[in-house]
């Protein structure tokens, strides 16, 4: 005879949504640490995983400049490319890497090259990271030099004007600073409300950008990671416990051996004194 249905409380509506939410609330947790942690880790994946996105033929372009040589320096999501004639290069040292800006400088043939974190010039042959840092403009200068355009995290941080006529030596651009202080003052600075709501996501907003960013989103994301998967476990203990209640009599599980557990060990050794062999 079936078991009449459970009417559906607050409590079990709750239970369910949370069951049905578990695996993608652990799939947001992880997914937020690992955005959260993506200045510190290069980690890949194939193109073809993405839902969102189709894979193109070619990578679109984030960087291009060309030298007095002829060659055409082409950068991507994925690396620099050097194309001179019909002979192309990829170089080793931008694999993998997001270029986000390449200028060349007066009478050089190799170009100074920004990824997110710094910008690059070649010293002594080897490419070498000359400044450290978040990388937000690259730019060629009227004076054959180049200009780059560092800040921190954040779309409203201070950005910071820096040049260099050797790739090596950067200083400072004063008529950078000179310009933007001619610019008026912001009598009521708006951001939009996505801007706010991330700074609030992150933690951002009460920790500040980097370190506490990212022990912010790893705290909570592995919070959301125990809970999802401890309240999964409870489900399933409670079903379990839920059919073995409800079995008929008679039909519970037999010991896994036939010595029974440890308790039952006088009451079998009893039974079998009492019943001997017949010969």
Do not use: C
């Not at 039909?251 to 440890?262: D, K, L, Y």
């Amino acid at each position: 005879m079936s078991q009449p249905r459970k009417p559906w409380t607050a409590r079990r509506i709750h239970l369910w949504v949370a069951i049905i939410l578990a695996i993608p609330m652990t799939l947001m947790a992880v997914s937020g640490i690992l955005i959260a942690m993506r200045s510190v880790t290069h980690i890949q994946v194939p193109m073809s995983w993405m839902g969102a996105e189709t894979a193109p033929e070619r990578l679109p372009i984030t960087a291009f400049t060309q030298t007095p040589d002829g060659t055409t320096w082409i950068g991507n999501a994925q690396g620099l490319n050097a194309i001179q004639g019909d002979k192309v290069q990829v170089l080793e040292n931008f694999k993998g890497q997001e270029i986000v800006g390449a200028a060349a400088l007066a009478g050089s043939n190799t170009p100074i090259v920004a990824t997110r974190m710094a910008i690059w010039a070649q010293v002594d042959g080897e490419w070498t990271a000359v400044r450290r840092g978040r990388v937000r403009q690259l730019v060629p200068l009227a004076d054959g030099g180049v200009l780059g355009i560092s800040g921190g995290r954040g779309e409203m941080a201070d950005g910071k004007p820096f040049f260099t006529q050797d790739g090596e030596n950067w200083q400072p651009y004063v008529p950078a600073m000179k310009a933007n202080k001619q610019l008026p003052k912001l009598e009521e600075p708006k951001v939009a409300l996505h801007q706010f709501m991330r700074e609030l996501h992150s933690g951002a907003f009460f920790f500040g950008k980097g370190p506490g960013e990212m022990a912010w989103s790893n705290v909570m994301g592995w919070v959301l990671v125990l809970l999802s998967l401890t309240g999964l476990w409870m489900w399933v203990k409670r079903e379990r416990e839920r059919r073995r209640a409800s079995a008929p009599a008679g039909t519970s599980p037999q010991p896994a051996s036939s010595t029974g557990s440890p308790a039952s060990w006088p009451a079998n050794v009893a039974a079998t004194n009492s019943n001997p062999v017949k010969g």
